[in-house]
């Protein structure tokens, strides 16, 4: 978990371009919201929250406009003496030269943003989420199978990476194996990514690291993906009871969210890919509100009950 980023990382990773105040650039970001000031342009400083990054655009700016010169001066530098991490301008605000002045009196690194004001603000609101957010790493292997996200867990040696490498050869995408970062976006969204050095990679016994863009293309890799459904390999245990009709609904959790909880056992012969495909797209359908193992036992009640199609024959 990171619990603040340098201010240079953040305008190198969004493009943003410096106006002022690069000495600014050392600074750092401790929140993912972000200000913007058109209450305290209007005088109201109550609740400015220092450590957010400030962003202007056109709003503000032609409220600014609007004000005397002694009073913008005034509220301006108020801001300033807060020492925000940033102020970024969005794309069509023209920038008073006192903001320039001010940057590099408190050194403070002014910046110019590329796209309009609200994309500026959802980028660097999921941006600094992202990467602010707290994090676990889960040892295991996450893919995008059909759009859902599968993490595959499970002790080592017991085939997570050779069970990814045969799911990427169907099709599917590989967003991280081995070990998984994964962090909460807002409960009930769980992101999975992998660490910088990890991206692309593979790791097969007997062949070691391949990269699989490389061996399958672009296609075969994403940055990140929703995690929506866990599946455990474990070599099979005679004593042990596993579900065989699907109506247990196991849940794993992380942070403040509950994911489904799959177990599949491994035994010589089994086709784990398959199965491990199958149960993301038997997860899929639950999503979409078909519940196959439900309906078969109520086929199965119905019939013996006499309720059945062939009831009245």
């Not at 295991?140 to 059909?146: F, S």
């Not at 859902?148 to 017991?158: A, D, E, F, P, R």
């Not at 245990?237 to 909880?261: A, M, N, P």
């Not at 890919?273 to 119905?302: C, I, Q, R, W």
């Amino acid at each position: 978990m990171a619990d603040k980023i340098k201010v240079e990382q953040m305008i190198k990773d969004n493009g943003l371009h410096i106006l002022a105040g690069a000495k600014g650039v050392d600074a750092y970001v401790e929140t993912e919201m972000i200000c913007r000031p058109g209450m305290e342009f209007a005088g109201f400083f109550d609740y400015f929250e220092s450590k957010r990054v400030v962003l202007i655009g056109s709003k503000e700016a032609t409220f600014l406009s609007t004000l005397t010169s002694e009073v913008a001066l005034f509220r301006v530098k108020k801001i300033f003496l807060e020492h925000p991490p940033a102020i970024i301008f969005s794309r069509n605000v023209k920038i008073p030269d006192y903001f320039l002045t001010y940057a590099e009196e408190f050194n403070i690194v002014v910046l110019k943003s590329d796209l309009r004001t609200t994309p500026t603000s959802s980028k660097i609101f999921d941006y600094l989420q992202a990467k602010l957010a707290p994090r676990t790493s889960v040892h295991g292997t996450l893919l995008d199978i059909n759009g859902m996200g599968t993490l595959i867990i499970g002790k080592s040696g017991i085939g997570k990476s050779e069970t990814a490498l045969e799911l990427v050869k169907r099709g599917h995408q590989l967003i991280s194996d081995d070990l998984v970062e994964i962090y909460e976006k807002e409960p009930g969204n769980l992101i999975g990514t992998a660490p910088d050095i990890l991206k692309r990679y593979l790791e097969i016994r007997g062949i070691g690291i391949v990269d699989i863009v490389y061996m399958f293309g672009a296609g075969a890799y994403r940055e990140r993906k929703n995690v929506r459904l866990v599946v455990e390999l474990e070599k099979w245990q005679e004593d042990k009871y596993y579900d065989r009709l699907g109506l247990e609904t196991k849940k794993i959790k992380y942070f403040d969210t509950e994911i489904s909880h799959i177990v599949l056992p491994v035994l010589p012969g089994r086709n784990v890919a398959l199965l491990v495909e199958s149960a993301a797209m038997n997860e899929k359908l639950k999503y979409m509100g078909h519940f196959a193992a439900k309906e078969f036992t109520d086929s199965v009640d119905k019939a013996a009950t006499g309720g059945g199609a062939d009831a009245n024959k």
